[in-house]
């Protein structure tokens, strides 16, 4: 029975502390977002967009701070940074990037069908109180972000 109880608790001590690291993580949203734009590839011009955009795309107003580039509309290509003020309106901002991401499939399913595999791949992490979004063909991108949150 000890030795139930002690690996119960030794589980539990486990979890509490990865789920602490989470939400002590602090990324650098700015640098995040730069190192996507400038190393992942992108077939379209990525464009920054202001606060109001950003809340029409995707219903996100109650941001920390947030980095947001999307290409010109010729592609799905997008890169999504948000910093909330807690893990749940990071849960609420994660809802609302997979809305974007599936009112984007319905949109290029008849604009453009060859972007949708794009959206269905695209990278979407919630790390402690961030929500990190790249959509794109880039392999590299899982890399350049656990760079950030490790």
């Known amino acids: 029975m000890k030795k139930y109880l002690y ?21 650098n ?3 995040l977002s730069a190192d996507l734009i400038s190393n992942v590839e992108f077939a379209d011009e990525m464009t920054l967009i202001n606060e109001k955009t950003v809340e029409s795309l995707y ?8 980095q947001v580039y999307i290409s010109s509309g010729a592609t799905a290509e997008e890169v999504a940074v948000f910093e909330l003020k807690d893990g749940n309106d990071a849960d609420k901002a994660l809802d609302a990037v997979n809305q974007r991401i599936e009112t984007q499939k319905q949109d290029f399913k008849t604009y453009i069908p060859e972007e949708i595999p ?7 992490k919630k790390v402690g109180q961030y929500v990190i ?6 392999d590299e991108v899982n890399e350049i972000i656990n760079s950030y949150i490790e």
């Open 7 to 27: 690996t119960v608790v030794f589980v539990f001590m486990i979890l509490t502390l990865s789920a602490c690291g989470a939400e002590n993580t602090k990324i």
């Open 29 to 31: 949203i700015e640098e």
């Open 59 to 66: 219903n996100i107003n109650y941001a920390i701070s947030q």
């Open 118 to 124: 794009k959206l269905e791949n695209a990278i979407v």
């Open 133 to 138: 979004v790249c959509i794109s063909d880039g």
